[in-house]
């Protein structure tokens, strides 16, 4: 007979963001609360897409990036996602940029997986682009974008999600939401003990090349074999904003940090800087990070040794 403290587990999975979103809770409190809380975590994942996907019409980023000149009222959902996004893109010198869209559309992505919709390139050729074409109003929430462009945030958005959802699943014991390889950890697992996440294997997908133990953080991974390009199957979807080439010296890189959305967009960033200078904005932000090289040498920032198995 199961005693009134038993702890269960419950996994569900949803589809938004041309990945799966996986859920698991693990508690004591009755299967009603849960099923609630999943719906209303799948639901930010919702509305965030709703929002922030470059690949629909009719979301708001798609309408914001229309207006140029203009200095647009948006939500306060886009705005902290594009504040969020600018100043990670002024840390990183640039290196981190909300504004590649365009330059990924002309690679070939641009084209969402389930709907088939495809964004627009614009036709404005100044390839001196960058985020700070991009002016916020703090005050009034509002955007003005001072050139053609196309709004990406694809490093943002999913862990914006995330962290949304956390707050709808803080309330039990143990839970762990995965989208797409953006992890976030609460509490502790099935054994009450802290979660284990393996990072994957940079050239054998079905490996694991190192393990991680921590509870109460996200972690996330960018590497160069995630996502290639359909019209150049040599180049992958992580691209200087600068030399607009598609260049690292290594093959992934994985990042911990207290929420999801900073591990996301760091990971991003440090890939892009390559060994040396990513390591050292890694330092410099205080975040766990290893890199892994073509020759599968890591390089570890001081935080992360911690979280090593």
């Known amino acids: 007979m199961r005693t009134c403290n038993a702890k269960e587990s419950f996994v569900k999975s949803q589809l938004f963001m041309d990945t799966m979103v996986s859920i698991k809770i693990v508690t004591s409190r009755g299967k009603s609360k849960i099923e609630e809380s999943m719906e209303r975590a799948f639901a930010a994942f919702h509305h965030v897409e709703c929002v922030c996907s470059r690949f629909n019409s009719q979301s708001e980023i798609s309408h914001l990036s229309t207006q140029v000149g ?28 909300p504004t590649i869209g365009n330059t990924l559309a002309m690679y070939g992505f641009n084209c969402n997986y389930l709907t088939g919709y495809k964004t627009i390139p614009t036709t404005n050729a100044d390839t001196s682009i960058s985020y700070l074409d991009i002016e916020l109003n703090n005050e009034e929430q509002k955007i003005l974008l001072k050139k053609p462009l196309i709004l990406d945030l694809g490093a943002v958005a999913k862990g914006l999600a995330v962290d949304l959802a956390v707050k709808d699943l803080a309330q039990f014991e143990g839970f762990l939401i995965d989208a797409g390889g953006d992890i976030f950890t609460g509490g502790m697992n099935d054994y009450d003990e ?5 990072i994957r294997h940079p050239s054998k997908n079905d490996e694991i090349i190192r393990s991680l133990q921590l509870t109460n953080m996200a972690v996330c991974t960018s590497g160069s074999y995630e996502r290639v390009s359909p019209i150049r199957k040599d180049t992958h979807h992580l691209i200087n904003p600068h030399s607009k080439i598609p260049m690292s010296d290594i093959l992934s890189c ?9 591990a996301d967009a760091f990971s991003t960033a440090a890939f892009i800087l390559g060994r040396e200078k990513g390591l050292q904005q890694l330092e410099l932000a205080g975040l766990g990070g290893l890199l892994i090289t073509p020759t599968l040498e890591m390089f570890l920032t001081k935080e992360m040794r911690r979280y090593l198995l």
């Open 254 to 262: 994985t990042v911990i940090a207290p929420f999801t959305m900073l």
């Open 194 to 198: 802290p979660w284990r996440i393996g």
């Open 70 to 97: 203009i200095a647009v009222p948006v939500s306060p959902l886009l705005f902290e996602a594009v504040r969020f996004a600018w100043e990670v893109a002024d840390f990183t010198e640039g290196a981190f940029d």
